[in-house]
């Protein structure tokens, strides 16, 4: 080989040895990047892992948290209550002694000893139409409860009737109670509540609130509305202490007398709690701007087993929609620990039913205070 051909030779090969050097350089720098990205996915992993193991033990933890709620609740109920009343009776089969009463969806039809026969609902009407009159009416209470804080938050207030041995919780009266003056049924209702939170809830009335139902019967009257506004007005603690539940309807659709009763009301500082709810989910924010904090929902709506039309809105985005606009959502009904469970799921805490407690007489002296 001449000196010019291997001249010629070396650099070329010279050139090949840069190259592969570099080459060889590029590749265990793109590994060496591999291998730390996978290092880092192989970390991060690891923390994805144990993050979702810590979350699956504090909801682990939770659920059975909620579930020795449920189990404790009805112990704690009766044991408070009987301490707030002073009741210690049981409950009987019912009977059927109200046929034109409307009854709270959480309660049940009546409580009490048995009674040997039915009484008849004028027998029932003309009780009631005379403790309305005397005011002498007797106040039934029934816990809200709180299953986060296993406590009862507020009550539900029941007139408490005894005919013929048969005990008898009334929430509101059908417009068919004609021998009764609803719209001083209501003012009373109000009235003995308010007695009954000042003398024997005290400081504790306002973490516990008494709701007690009102209807149009109530806002018709000027009378009666002036005289349940003077009482809380007198009494500004008692804005606290009381919540007065109404339906959404009437709320959202007032005639321009109830409108202006009802702003007269909200006036003394008095809450309202909405009863169901029938209109679209986006619309349920127009309730926190007519002075409503609670909204009360029954738990076959909310579960969805009762629709009045086929794409009505699902209890789960009225559960959503409600707490989104700031209101308490309460449900009602309950009556089993299925119910419970399911009512959870969906995010809401406040419940109420025969599963945690019936409603509970208050003593009569306690009542008339």
């Known amino acids: 080989m001449t000196p010019e051909a291997a001249a010629a030779i070396y650099p070329s090969q010279t050139a090949i040895l840069i190259v592969a050097s570099l080459l060889s350089a590029c590749a265990l720098a793109l590994a060496c990047m591999a291998f730390f990205q996978a290092q880092r996915q192989a970390a991060e992993f690891t923390r994805f892992s144990r993050s979702i ?80 009159s005397s005011g002498a009416l007797e106040l039934s209470l029934q816990p809200i409860i709180s299953i986060a804080r296993n406590a009862a938050v507020g009550f539900d207030t029941f007139a408490h009737l005894e005919i013929d041995g048969a005990a008898e919780d009334i929430y509101r009266l059908s417009s068919t109670a004609s021998r009764v003056d609803r719209a001083a049924f209501e003012r009373l209702l109000v009235t003995r509540a308010a007695e009954t939170a000042r003398r024997r809830l005290g400081p504790r009335s306002g973490s516990m609130p008494l709701h007690c139902p009102i209807s149009e019967a109530l806002l018709d009257d000027e009378t009666a509305c002036e005289a349940v506004s003077s009482l809380i007005s007198s009494h500004p603690a008692l ?12 709320l959202r659709e007032p005639t321009p007398v109830q409108r202006e009763r009802l702003s007269q009301l909200l006036q003394t500082g008095i809450s309202f709690a909405a009863e169901g709810w029938d209109g679209p989910a986006g619309s349920i924010s127009e309730l926190r701007d007519l002075g409503v904090v609670f909204l009360k929902l029954d738990a076959n709506r909310l579960l969805d087993r009762e629709k009045s039309r086929r794409k009505q809105v699902s209890g789960r985005d009225l559960a959503v929609a409600g707490s989104e606009s700031g209101l308490e959502i309460i449900a009602t009904g309950i009556m089993t620990d299925e119910d419970a469970v399911n009512i959870l799921d969906l995010g809401v805490d406040l419940m109420i039913g025969d599963r945690f407690s019936e409603p509970k007489r208050l003593r009569s002296t306690e009542a008339a205070a």
């Open 53 to 132: 193991e810590i979350a699956l033990s504090r909801l682990s933890a939770q659920v059975e948290a909620g579930n020795r709620a449920v189990e404790d609740i009805e112990t704690w109920v009766g044991e408070e209550l009987s301490r707030l009343s002073g009741s210690n009776s049981a409950p009987s089969e019912p009977a059927d002694t109200m046929q034109n009463i409307v009854q709270h969806p959480s309660a049940k039809k009546s409580q009490g000893r048995k009674a040997p026969a039915p009484a008849g609902g004028g027998q029932a009407e003309n009780a009631l139409a005379e403790a309305v």
């Open 239 to 250: 804005s606290k202490s009381i919540v007065l539940s109404l339906g959404s309807a009437l």
